[in-house]
């Protein structure tokens, strides 16, 4: 998927604002990229594991 980076922000100012308004905290962590498609399953794994810690109910958003 292409975007610019304008777009890119106002989805993020869109998200972030979505987030605030049902209270929850919003952390933002750079990801460094991953070459091999091993590494690239643990990446994703790991972040699913980390959204759900502590979370009441999860939403994944997409364009």
Aim: positive net charge.
């Amino acid at each position: 998927m292409k975007l610019s980076v304008s777009e890119a922000k106002a989805q993020l100012t869109e998200l972030v604002r979505r987030a605030e308004a049902r209270g929850a905290v919003v952390r933002l962590v750079p990801v460094k990229p991953v070459a091999d498609r091993r590494s690239r399953c643990a990446l994703r794994e790991a972040v699913r594991a980390s959204r759900l810690v502590g979370a009441k109910w999860t939403k994944t958003w997409s364009a």
